[in-house]
C-alpha cells in the first residue's frame, strides 16, 4: 500500500511538473519574455525597402533573438535620427549618411549597421531619350523624393562629378510617388530614384536608362541608427537587432524569389504584385547590396569622402569626427 500511495505522488508530482513546464515554454508566455523594441523607419513599413527587417520579423529572426520590434513611421530619415537621438525610438533607419547630417545639428547618434555597400540612389532617364550622360542633364527636368532628402543630396553628387550643380537643371520635389509618375509620364527628363521606383516606372510602360549613383559619388546604402545612449546601455539588443536583421537582407540576396513569396505573405498589401517584387528585390541585388567584405560593416574611407563632399555642397558647416558617425562593433 505504501508502495501504491508513493507511486501516486510520484506520478502526480510529475503531471506538476509537466504543467509547469508546458507553461513556461508556451508561445504565450515565450511571447510575454520577448524585449520589446519600437523600431522607426523612415515611411511606412509597405515600402519594398524594408523587406530585410520584415522579413527578419515573419521568418522569426527577431524573435529568435528575444526582441519583439514593433515598427512606427517617421517622416523622412533625418527625422527619424532626431527622434532616436531624443530617445522617443530605441532605434531607426534612415541613410548611412544621415549621421554627417544631423550630427552636425547636435544629435547624438550613429550608424551601427549599412544594408549595402552601394548607393540607394540612381539616376534614370529614358532609353532613347536626350539624356544619355551626367553631363547631358543640363537644363533638364528631374524629379526627387524631397529637397532635404540623401537621395536628393547623391543627385547633386552626381552632378558634380559632371561639372553640374544645382542651378543646372530643373529639380522638383514629387513626393515618393510622384518621382516615377512624372518620369513614367515622361514630364520629366530624368528622376532620382530607389529600386522600387525605377520598376514602378518601368510596369507603367517607361523604358529606361539606370545610371547608379555608386559609379561616381560615394551616397550610401539604408543604415540602422542608435543612439549614444542606446548603445552603451542597451549594446546586446542592438546586437541582436542588427544580427536579426543582416538575416533578412541575406535571404533577398541568395533567394530572391522565396524571399518575395514570405515578404508578401507577410506584407498582404503587395498581393499580386509578384513580379514587382521579385524585380525590385533583383535591381536590390544589383545595385545595393554588394561590395561588402563583412555584411552590414561600414565603409570608413566611403564615409569620410562623403562627408568631405557634404561640407563642400554645405550641406553641413563642418566635418564631424567619424568615431561620432558610425561603429562597426556589432556586425564585426
Known amino acids: 500500500m505504501k508502495r501504491r500511495t508513493s507511486i501516486a505522488v510520484l506520478t502526480a508530482g510529475l503531471a506538476s511538473l509537466l504543467s509547469v513546464s508546458l507553461t513556461l515554454f508556451s508561445p504565450q508566455l515565450a511571447a510575454q519574455n520577448l524585449e520589446e523594441v519600437t523600431f522607426l523607419l523612415p515611411a511606412p513599413e509597405a515600402q519594398v525597402a524594408?523587406?530585410?527587417?520584415?522579413?527578419a520579423r515573419s521568418r522569426g529572426y527577431y524573435?529568435?533573438?528575444?526582441?519583439?520590434?514593433?515598427f512606427q513611421p517617421g517622416r523622412g530619415g533625418v527625422d527619424v535620427a532626431?527622434?532616436?537621438?531624443?530617445?522617443?525610438?530605441?532605434?531607426?533607419?534612415?541613410f548611412g549618411d544621415t549621421p554627417i547630417v544631423v550630427r552636425a545639428q547636435g544629435v547624438p547618434v550613429k550608424a551601427v549597421a549599412v544594408l549595402g555597400g552601394r548607393s540607394m540612389m540612381s539616376l534614370v532617364t529614358h532609353e532613347g531619350?536626350?539624356?544619355?550622360?551626367i553631363k547631358d542633364m543640363k537644363g533638364r527636368t528631374v524629379t526627387a523624393m524631397a529637397y532635404a532628402d540623401s537621395g536628393f543630396y547623391a543627385l547633386l553628387g552626381m552632378l558634380a562629378s559632371a561639372g553640374l550643380n544645382k542651378g543646372d537643371v530643373d529639380a522638383q520635389a514629387a513626393?515618393?510617388?510622384g518621382v516615377w509618375q512624372l518620369f513614367a509620364a515622361k514630364k520629366?527628363?530624368?528622376?532620382a530614384a530607389v529600386p522600387e521606383w525605377i520598376v514602378e516606372a518601368q510596369q507603367a510602360g517607361a523604358k529606361v536608362r539606370i545610371m547608379p549613383a555608386y559609379q561616381t559619388t560615394k551616397s550610401m546604402a539604408q543604415a540602422i541608427l542608435v543612439s549614444d545612449e542606446v548603445i552603451q546601455k542597451r549594446p546586446e539588443m542592438v546586437r541582436k537587432l542588427v544580427r536579426a536583421t543582416l538575416r533578412g537582407m541575406r535571404d533577398v540576396m541568395t533567394d530572391p524569389k522565396a524571399a518575395a513569396r514570405d515578404y508578401i505573405a507577410a506584407m498582404p498589401v503587395h498581393k499580386g504584385r509578384e513580379v514587382f517584387v521579385e524585380e525590385t528585390f533583383k535591381l536590390y541585388n544589383s545595385l545595393v547590396y554588394p561590395d561588402q567584405k563583412?555584411?552590414?560593416?561600414?565603409?570608413?574611407?566611403?564615409?569620410?569622402?562623403?562627408?568631405k563632399f557634404y561640407v563642400q555642397q554645405g550641406v553641413v558647416p563642418?566635418?564631424?569626427?567619424?568615431t561620432d558617425l558610425y561603429t562597426n562593433q556589432f556586425v564585426q
Open 63 to 70: 524573435a529568435a533573438e528575444g526582441l519583439k520590434v514593433t
Open 188 to 191: 520629366a527628363d530624368a528622376m
Open 294 to 307: 563583412v555584411l552590414g560593416a561600414m565603409d570608413v574611407q566611403r564615409l569620410t569622402d562623403l562627408q
Open 82 to 94: 532626431k527622434q532616436v537621438g531624443a530617445g522617443n525610438a530605441a532605434i531607426g533607419g534612415a
Open 129 to 133: 531619350g536626350p539624356v544619355a550622360s
Open 175 to 177: 513626393g515618393p510617388a
Open 318 to 322: 563642418k566635418e564631424s569626427p567619424l
Open 50 to 55: 524594408f523587406a530585410p527587417w520584415m522579413l
